[in-house]
């Protein structure tokens, strides 16, 4: 069983940054964040799989970066140019394949809030 745990949420002007933690209680194949807005689905954000590969949603791209400590066993996202569009839950997955669909993770934090105003 992983457990992950989110930290880093919070309020902030378009423009902005944000750095958004995962602490992860076991190591899996791969992990990747998701966000949810208020009616919509959840959509992938950011991956990265064992090898350190990651890809990222085109609406992030340049934006957005996903990184890993494994020291720490800590998976992190950095937000900069936040937009309003940003905002949403934002949740960490793990699991053992690599995909943009929720249904291939195993493992989900409670998620943070990203609230980004114009």
């Known amino acids: 069983q992983v457990q992950l745990v989110e930290s880093g949420g919070g309020s902030v002007q378009a423009g902005g940054s944000l750095r958004l933690s995962c602490a992860y209680t076991a190591r899996t194949y791969c992990m990747g964040w998701f966000r949810q807005a208020p009616e919509k689905e959840r959509g992938g954000v950011a991956i990265?799989?064992?090898?350190?590969?990651?890809t990222y949603a085109d609406s992030v791209k340049g934006r957005f970066t996903i990184s890993k400590d494994n020291a720490k066993n800590t998976l992190y996202l950095q937000m900069n140019s936040l937009k309003p569009a940003d905002t949403g839950m934002y949740y960490c997955?793990?699991?053992?394949?690599?995909?943009?669909?929720?249904?291939?993770?195993?493992?989900w934090g409670q998620g943070t809030q990203v609230t980004v105003s114009s």
């Open positions: 990265r799989d064992s090898d350190g590969s990651t």
């Open positions: 997955a793990a699991g053992y394949r690599c995909s943009y669909g929720t249904n291939a993770y195993n493992y």
